[in-house]
Every structure is written in structure tokens, then in C-alpha cells.
């Protein structure tokens, strides 16, 4: 069975929040959808509000502290992308704009990325089409056609009879699972990673033997 990792931010500021519940349904319907496909996955979740300090600092001083760069390395090294932001002012919030702000220009080009969003009122639900998902094209994504909308009334029983939010958050992650599938796993990317200039199973010993001459 071949693996695959999955990095999900979740930009809710209350804790527990409406945005994780929606990000942890994506995931665990994303790793479902996989292991459909014979793919394992393993996920690691991104608190945003947990950093928010952490990329104020990066923002300001252009260093990340070491629990934001265990965040971003995390992206950075995904298959793939779920970013789930609540709806303030019919767009993203400024804690999601701000990671995404912090984050290498280059790092999610091709990455496959699933759009998640809840607001009070289902009036916001087109941010993800003319706010969110601009953003991810911009940094050359590959954002997945269905973004998951939640509003309040889809956790009170009272939403969507036509496409109830559990659907939607099926066919979102189908089509994400999909994207994955078809392709490669991601490898290292660290420039320390001896692999990564001498060749895999080589080491120093081998460089040096070859200066030499042998």
C-alpha cells in the first residue's frame, strides 16, 4: 500500500471551533477516500490560533520560530493541502492570510489543495469561489473544483436538504483523493539531506573517494 500525508490548516480563532470540526471532517473523509485506493495517509492538523503569535513574529522579523517551522515544513512536505478559513468580512480571516503570507512563494506550486469555509449565513458561501480560491491559484495550486461551504444551520440539523453538508464534504474529498492518486508521493525537499546531492545510499565517504581518485 503506498502512503501519502496530508497538512490541514484550521484558521478558527474559538476553540473547539466550527472551522476544525469542518477540517477534521475533510481529512478523515479524504483518508477514507484514499485507503478506497489502496493509498495510506497519515494527517498532520495545523491550528492556526495556536501560532498566531509565532507568525506575527515571522512577519515582523522574517524568522520563524521553531513551532511555526515545524508547521510550514509540514506543509511544505505534504501530498497535499486542506485549508479550512472562517468567513470574516466576505473573506478568508487575516490569521489564514497571514500563514499563507509566511509561506515560501513556491511551496504549494502543484500541491493539491482542498478549499474549506463556514460562516454564520450561507451569503458568505461564495468567498471560497471569489476570495479563497484566487489566492491558491495565484501560488500555482492545484485547488480540487469542489470547495466545502459551511454554514451554522449545517451543524443545527437545519441545513442543505438538496446537498447536505456531509455530501458535499464527500465529493470535496473524493475529488481531492483523486488528485492525489494520480500523483507521486513527495520526497524530501531538505537541502541537508546528503540524498539529495550526492544520491541516495551515498554518503561523504563516497564523495571524498571520489575526489581522490578512487
Sequence with gaps: MTERRIAVISAGLSNPSSTRMLADRLAAETVKQLAEREIEATVDMI??????HDITNNLLTGFAPSALESALNSVY?????????????TS??????????VLDPDALTGKPVLIGANAGTPRHSLAIDYAIRPLFA????EAVSTGVFAASSDWGGAGDDV???????????????????????????????????????????????GLAGE
Design 47 to 52: 491550528e492556526l490560533r495556536d501560532l498566531a
Design 77 to 89: 512536505s505534504a501530498d497535499a493541502l486542506i485549508a479550512v478559513t472562517p468567513i470574516f468580512s
Design 92 to 101: 478568508y480571516s487575516g490569521l489564514f492570510k497571514s500563514f499563507i503570507d
Design 138 to 141: 495565484y501560488l500555482h495550486a
Design 163 to 209: 446537498a447536505p453538508l456531509a455530501k458535499r464534504v464527500e465529493k470535496g474529498a473524493r475529488e481531492l483523493a483523486d488528485a492525489m492518486a494520480r500523483k507521486d508521493a513527495v520526497t524530501s525537499s531538505d537541502p541537508f539531506d546528503p540524498a539529495n546531492y550526492l544520491g541516495e545510499g551515498r554518503s561523504f565517504g563516497h564523495l571524498l573517494g
